[in-house]
C-alpha cells in the first residue's frame, strides 16, 4: 500500500524515532563503532522527519514539549554531539554549540504551544492573528539541523561549522519567538477586529461545531442549503486547527472561539439563529446566549441511541425528517414540548434519485452500495459492521455483484477501522484487477456525497445509521446487518429498519437477503408506505427546511408559516 503522510495519525511513528534515538544514545556512549549508532540515528531522523512533514501537510503545530518527537529529537542531538565528541577535543566552542541547539531545539516547541491561534477565514478585512507556515517551519528548521549534525559528524568537521549550526538553530528559534510574543500582544487588538468585521457583515445565522477536526463532513451537508437561504452566515469552531479544513468548503467567513469572551464577540445585534450539527457537550457554552434562537439540525437521523441525546431538550427548535424520529425521543422518555419539534423533511435526500426499473446493469449483477457506519464510542454504540466488511464484501463479490463501498468518514480517521477499510478496498481492488468488474472504492467514492454513492447502487447494505433514513427516499431495496443482534427481538428499538431486509450478525443469511432484495423484493410495498412515517411528505424538503429557518430569523417566508409547521 503507497504511504501517504496523513497515514501518520497514532504514536507509532513518534514512539519508534524515540526508542531509535535512545539506542544511538547507549551505542555511543558505548563506544560501539561508530557505523552503528548512524544507522540507528538516521532511522530516529527519517521518523522525525515523517512526523514534522505529517504535522506540515496537516497544518497540526501544537505540539507538547512532551511530545514523543520533541524529545526523541533532543535525544539524537545529545547522541550526535557525544559521538563528534569522540573525535574532537573538548574545546568550548563545540560543547558550547551543542548546548545552543540543545536549548534552541528545547524552546521551538514551547514557542509554538504558546503561539495564539486566532483562526479565522474569509471575514472581510480581518487576516489570522498569525500565519502558521512560521511554526511549521520550525519544526522543519530542526530536522535540517540534525540532519546537517550527522554529516558534520560524520565529515570530522571543525567547531567553525558546529558554531554555524548553532547560530541557524538560535536565529531560528529567535525569529520564531519575536513573533509569537508579538502575535501574543496583538491578541486583544486582534479580537477586537474580528468583532468589528463581525458587527459590519451582520450574519443572520450562526453554523457552530465544537468539534476539534471541524467536523467537516457535518457541516458540508448543510452548506447548500445554508447558501440558498439569502442571507449571511457564519461558522463558528471551537478550535482553530480546524479554520483551514473549514475554509475550504464555503466562502462564508469562519471565525474559532476557544473561550467564552470569543463567543461573546460573535453574538453581534444581527444574529438570529444559531445552528448546530452534533451533539458535543461544548455546545452548552454558545447554549447560554438565549437573545438567539438555538436549533437542533444534526448530521442524519437513526436509531442509533445518540439520536435521542438528553441534550437536545436544551435546544429551542429541534428539526427532524418525519414523525419517526418524535416518536423515538417519547420512546426514548426524553421530554421535548410538541412545539419544539418540527417536521421538516430531510433536505439532503432530494439529490438521491428515487428507483425507476430493474436493479441488473447491463446485462450483470446489481450495483449494492456498502456503506458499514464507523465502530461507535463503545460497545453500546458500536453498530458497525466494519469488522466483518471484507466478508460481507466477498460475498457480494461471490453473488456477481458490482460493489460500491463508502465507509463513514471517521472510518478512514481512526486506526483500527483504517486498516478494516483498507482491507475491503483490498478485495475490490483484487476482484476488479482478476475480472474486470468496476467497483467503485476509495478516493473514487469518499470525496463525493452520499447521494451520488447512492445513485450509483441499485440496492444497499448498511448498518443502523443515518443512511438507512437517507436511502429510503429512493425506494430501492435495502438491507440492515444486525452487528448488535437486537434488531428482530427489540424492533420498537429500531423503527427505522420496519422497511428494510435484515441479515443476521453472522451474516448466515445474507445470500438470501440478496437473492430477495435483487429478484423478488418481497418488502416493496412495506418499504415505500414507510418511507413516508421516516422522511415526513412528499413535497420538497428543501422548501420546509429554508422556510421554517426564515420564520424563526423573522424573515418573511413565501411557502410555510412557521408556527403550521410546529403544530404538525
Not at 62 to 80: C, E, G, K, Q, Y
Not at 122 to 144: I, Y
Not at 205 to 223: F, I, N
Not at 366 to 387: D, E, F, I, R
Request: a negative charge; one cysteine or more.
Amino acid at each position: 500500500m503507497r504511504w501517504r503522510p496523513a497515514e501518520l495519525s497514532g504514536l507509532e511513528v513518534p514512539l519508534v524515532a524515540l526508542v531509535a534515538s535512545t539506542v544511538a544514545l547507549v551505542l555511543v556512549a558505548a563506544d560501539s563503532p561508530w557505523w552503528w549508532a548512524s544507522i540507528v540515528g538516521a532511522v530516529a531522523w527519517c521518523s522525525v522527519t515523517a512526523i514534522a512533514v505529517t504535522d506540515w501537510t496537516r497544518r497540526e503545530t501544537s505540539i507538547a514539549v512532551s511530545h514523543p518527537a520533541v524529545v526523541a529529537r533532543i535525544t539524537l542531538l545529545f547522541a550526535i554531539g557525544l559521538a563528534a565528541s569522540h573525535t574532537k577535543s573538548h574545546a568550548p566552542v563545540f560543547w558550547t554549540s551543542i548546548a545552543v541547539l540543545v536549548i534552541g531545539m528545547t524552546i521551538e516547541p514551547v514557542l509554538v504551544k504558546m503561539a495564539p491561534e486566532g483562526g479565522v477565514a474569509h471575514l472581510p478585512g480581518v487576516g489570522p492573528l498569525l500565519d502558521d507556515r512560521l511554526l511549521r517551519t520550525g519544526s522543519m528548521v530542526s530536522m535540517v539541523v540534525l540532519a546537517v549534525g550527522v554529516v558534520l559528524d560524520l565529515t570530522k568537521a571543525g567547531f567553525l561549522w558546529w558554531a554555524l549550526l548553532a547560530l541557524m538553530q538560535i536565529c531560528a528559534t529567535a525569529v520564531l519567538g519575536v513573533v509569537v510574543m508579538g502575535a501574543r500582544r496583538r491578541r486583544s487588538r486582534h479580537a477586537r477586529g474580528v468583532a468589528s468585521a463581525i458587527e459590519e457583515y451582520a450574519p443572520v445565522y450562526a453554523l457552530y461545531t465544537a468539534r476539534r477536526s471541524g467536523g467537516a463532513y457535518q457541516v458540508e451537508m448543510w452548506l447548500p442549503w445554508l447558501e440558498q437561504l439569502g442571507a449571511p452566515y457564519i461558522v463558528v469552531t471551537r478550535h482553530p486547527s480546524a479554520v483551514d479544513r473549514l475554509s475550504s468548503l464555503t466562502s462564508a467567513p469562519i471565525v474559532s472561539c476557544e473561550s467564552w469572551a470569543d463567543l461573546d464577540r460573535v453574538v453581534v445585534p444581527s444574529l438570529r439563529v444559531a445552528l448546530y450539527v452534533n451533539s458535543l457537550g461544548a455546545n452548552a457554552d454558545f447554549l447560554t446566549h438565549r437573545e438567539l434562537r438555538h436549533v437542533y439540525l444534526g448530521h442524519g437521523e437513526s436509531d442509533k441511541a445518540l439520536s435521542v441525546h438528553p441534550m437536545h431538550a436544551a435546544y429551542d427548535v429541534v428539526l427532524v425528517a418525519g414523525q419517526a424520529a418524535i416518536d423515538r425521543y417519547a420512546h426514548a422518555g426524553l421530554q421535548i414540548p410538541p412545539e419544539r419539534m418540527v417536521v421538516v423533511g430531510r433536505p439532503q435526500v432530494t439529490s438521491i434519485q428515487r428507483a425507476d426499473g430493474d436493479p441488473d446493469r447491463d446485462g450483470g449483477g446489481p450495483s449494492v452500495l456498502y456503506a458499514p457506519t464507523w465502530m461507535g464510542y463503545n460497545a453500546k454504540t458500536s453498530y458497525s459492521s466494519l469488522p466483518q466488511g471484507s466478508r460481507i464484501v466477498e460475498q457480494l463479490v461471490d453473488a456477481g455483484c458490482r460493489v460500491v463501498f463508502r465507509p463513514h468518514p471517521f472510518s478512514r480517521e481512526r486506526g483500527r477501522e483504517k486498516d478494516m477499510a483498507a482491507t475491503v478496498d483490498a478485495v475490490l481492488a483484487a476482484d476488479r484487477e482478476r475480472g474486470g468488474r468496476e467497483h467503485l472504492f476509495g478516493a473514487a467514492v469518499d470525496g463525493d456525497s452520499f447521494a451520488a454513492a447512492a445513485n450509483a447502487s441499485d440496492l444497499m447494505v448498511c448498518d443502523v445509521s443515518s443512511v438507512l433514513t437517507d436511502y429510503l427516499h429512493s425506494g430501492k431495496p435495502v438491507a440492515v446487518v444486525d452487528a448488535l443482534g437486537a434488531i428482530l427481538s427489540h424492533p420498537e428499538q429500531y423503527p427505522d429498519a420496519a422497511g428494510a431486509y435484515v441479515v443476521a450478525g453472522d451474516l448466515s443469511n445474507l445470500r438470501s437477503v440478496l437473492e430477495d432484495m435483487a429478484g423478488g423484493d418481497t418488502l416493496r410495498d412495506q418499504r415505500l408506505e414507510h418511507r413516508a412515517y421516516v422522511l415526513g411528505p412528499s413535497e420538497p424538503a428543501g422548501e420546509r427546511f429554508l422556510a421554517v429557518l426564515r420564520g424563526l430569523a423573522g424573515e418573511p417566508s413565501d411557502t410555510h408559516d412557521v408556527e403550521a409547521e410546529r403544530s404538525q
